[in-house]
């Protein structure tokens, strides 16, 4: 049955365990292998497939739906296009990371959420020549909570927008502390995520955060991966060249690890 977009159930009754279901699940992978024609083009479509079985994951059918769930997003997960079964373990990693989510809610709002300054040095002069904001969370029940735990839990959540705002705001606010106080003009790198980047107000943002601080625009420049440039190359350019307009400087990181050229 469909239940509502790309997602659907499959019921397999008298299976005894879960060897029929995975005997399923690998057929329907088989014929994802083959091409669909529509419109006579051929287009290629990958499925992924969580399992859940009675009674050992649920006497419910509604228990039994959120287990095989947990499930499909761990085979997500684990690359997309294959099938993941149901464990304990899953279901205590899904109530972490809802605990995890509504912890990271609170921290914007409880100011736990630091912006802390890797230097960039000049190692003939040994002269500071610019700073990369990082952002750091200090959880009051976790401690110092690792940024790979957080920041994509942001990224899927959503959350990476506020945060990505206050740490844009917070660091150009710094950095004309800086200025003021007659250091040397460095120059401020932000990192943009993929959330970010597709903003439609993203140019707006920084430049009212620009004017809000006073900070010249020369002094910010914001780092965007290569992955995230290319994946809408019409979006990429407009919007790059309103950003440039600016006066603000780009930069592309862990550039040669997708597919684009040097042109």
């Known amino acids: 049955a469909r239940v509502g977009g790309d997602e ?9 365990d879960t060897r029929g279901a995975e005997v399923a699940a690998r057929k329907i992978l088989r014929v994802f292998t083959e091409p669909f024609t529509v419109d006579m083009h051929e287009m290629y479509i990958s499925a992924s497939l969580g399992l859940s079985s009675y009674p050992a994951d649920g006497a419910g059918v509604d228990a039994l739906v959120k287990n095989a769930d947990t499930a499909m997003y761990r085979a997500k997960a684990n690359g997309r296009n294959t099938f993941a079964i149901y464990s304990q373990e899953m279901g205590a990693c899904v109530s972490e990371r809802r605990t995890l989510e509504t912890r990271l809610r609170k921290a914007i709002d409880r100011g736990e959420l630091a912006v802390y300054y890797q230097p960039k040095v000049n190692l003939r002069t040994r002269q500071v020549t610019g700073m990369e904001a990082l952002v750091r969370w200090h959880s009051e029940e976790l401690g110092i909570v690792p940024p790979m735990l957080f920041i994509p839990l942001a990224e899927e959540t959503g959350l990476i927008e ?4 206050y740490v844009l705001r917070t660091a150009c606010a710094q950095n004309r502390v ?15 995520s993929v959330v970010q980047f597709q903003q439609p107000m993203l140019v707006e943002t920084v430049k009212r955060v ?12 914001l780092e965007i991966t290569e992955s995230v440039a290319m994946q809408n190359i019409e979006h990429t350019i407009s919007l790059l060249r309103n950003l440039d307009d600016l006066g603000v400087s780009i930069a592309i990181d862990d550039f040669g690890t997708g597919y684009s050229s040097f042109s």
Request: with cysteine; net charge negative; aromatic share 8%.
């Open 162 to 165: 506020p945060i990505g705002e």
């Open 210 to 221: 620009l004017h809000e601080t006073s900070l010249p625009p020369h002094l910010l420049e």
């Open 8 to 16: 659907f159930f499959l019921a397999l009754p008298n299976t005894g």
């Open 178 to 192: 800086f200025q003021l106080a007659s250091c040397p003009r460095l120059q401020l790198a932000v990192n943009l």
